[in-house]
Protein backbone atom coordinates (compact mmCIF):
# COMPACT_ATOMS: atom_id res chain seq x y z
CA UNK A 1 0.00 0.00 0.00
CA UNK A 2 1.06 3.49 -0.82
CA UNK A 3 0.48 6.26 0.98
CA UNK A 4 0.49 10.32 0.50
CA UNK A 5 0.27 13.11 2.28
CA UNK A 6 -1.46 15.82 0.88
CA UNK A 7 -1.59 19.59 1.98
CA UNK A 8 -3.79 21.24 0.87
CA UNK A 9 -5.10 24.76 1.24
CA UNK A 10 -8.54 25.86 -0.07
CA UNK A 11 -10.91 28.85 0.08
CA UNK A 12 -11.08 30.26 3.38
CA UNK A 13 -14.88 30.35 2.93
CA UNK A 14 -15.33 26.65 1.15
CA UNK A 15 -12.73 24.74 3.93
CA UNK A 16 -15.60 22.39 5.22
CA UNK A 17 -17.36 21.85 2.06
CA UNK A 18 -14.11 20.74 0.45
CA UNK A 19 -12.96 18.26 3.06
CA UNK A 20 -16.38 16.91 2.53
CA UNK A 21 -15.89 16.82 -1.06
CA UNK A 22 -12.55 15.11 -0.76
CA UNK A 23 -13.00 12.65 1.81
CA UNK A 24 -15.55 11.09 -0.58
CA UNK A 25 -12.50 10.43 -3.14
CA UNK A 26 -12.18 6.88 -3.80
CA UNK A 27 -8.34 6.33 -2.28
CA UNK A 28 -8.70 9.31 0.13
CA UNK A 29 -9.00 7.40 3.93
CA UNK A 30 -9.03 10.89 6.04
CA UNK A 31 -9.07 14.48 5.55
CA UNK A 32 -7.71 17.02 8.56
CA UNK A 33 -8.62 20.58 9.07
CA UNK A 34 -5.74 22.01 10.76
CA UNK A 35 -3.60 24.82 11.85
CA UNK A 36 -0.74 26.67 10.41
CA UNK A 37 0.67 27.03 6.68
CA UNK A 38 -2.49 24.78 5.58
CA UNK A 39 -5.85 24.22 5.42
CA UNK A 40 -6.29 20.34 5.43
CA UNK A 41 -4.25 16.95 5.46
CA UNK A 42 -5.57 14.39 3.47
CA UNK A 43 -4.43 10.92 3.69
CA UNK A 44 -4.26 9.19 0.63
CA UNK A 45 -3.41 5.37 0.27
CA UNK A 46 -3.37 3.45 -2.98
CA UNK A 47 -1.91 0.06 -4.66
CA UNK A 48 0.18 1.60 -7.31
CA UNK A 49 1.69 4.89 -8.09
CA UNK A 50 0.05 5.24 -10.93
CA UNK A 51 -2.86 5.66 -8.58
CA UNK A 52 -1.58 8.73 -7.04
CA UNK A 53 -1.88 10.38 -10.40
CA UNK A 54 -5.62 9.37 -10.84
CA UNK A 55 -6.10 10.53 -6.83
CA UNK A 56 -4.41 13.73 -6.27
CA UNK A 57 -4.21 15.57 -9.66
CA UNK A 58 -6.61 14.17 -11.29
CA UNK A 59 -9.33 14.24 -8.61
CA UNK A 60 -8.56 16.30 -5.34
CA UNK A 61 -6.77 18.82 -6.98
CA UNK A 62 -10.07 19.60 -9.13
CA UNK A 63 -12.66 19.86 -6.34
CA UNK A 64 -13.84 23.35 -6.42
CA UNK A 65 -12.34 25.70 -3.60
CA UNK A 66 -8.99 23.69 -3.62
CA UNK A 67 -6.34 26.25 -4.43
CA UNK A 68 -3.46 24.60 -4.21
CA UNK A 69 -1.55 21.49 -2.48
CA UNK A 70 1.70 19.70 -1.52
CA UNK A 71 1.98 16.30 -2.00
CA UNK A 72 4.47 13.98 0.33
CA UNK A 73 4.90 10.42 -0.31
CA UNK A 74 5.32 7.89 2.11
CA UNK A 75 8.42 5.90 2.55
CA UNK A 76 7.81 3.64 5.80
CA UNK A 77 5.35 3.79 8.47
CA UNK A 78 5.69 3.78 11.97
CA UNK A 79 2.55 3.13 14.82
CA UNK A 80 2.38 2.38 17.99
CA UNK A 81 -0.24 0.76 16.63
CA UNK A 82 0.83 -1.36 14.32
CA UNK A 83 4.16 -2.32 16.53
CA UNK A 84 1.69 -3.70 19.40
CA UNK A 85 -0.65 -5.80 16.98
CA UNK A 86 2.75 -7.39 15.41
CA UNK A 87 4.04 -8.49 19.18
CA UNK A 88 0.69 -9.47 20.52
CA UNK A 89 0.67 -12.85 19.39
CA UNK A 90 -0.94 -15.19 21.50
CA UNK A 91 -0.71 -12.57 24.50
Known sequence: MITAIV????????????AEAIAEIDGVSEVYSVTGGVDLIAMVRVRRHEDLAEVIPGRVNKVPGVTSSDTHISFQTYSKHDLE???????
Open 7 to 18: MIKADVHRIAEV
Open 85 to 91: SAFAIGW
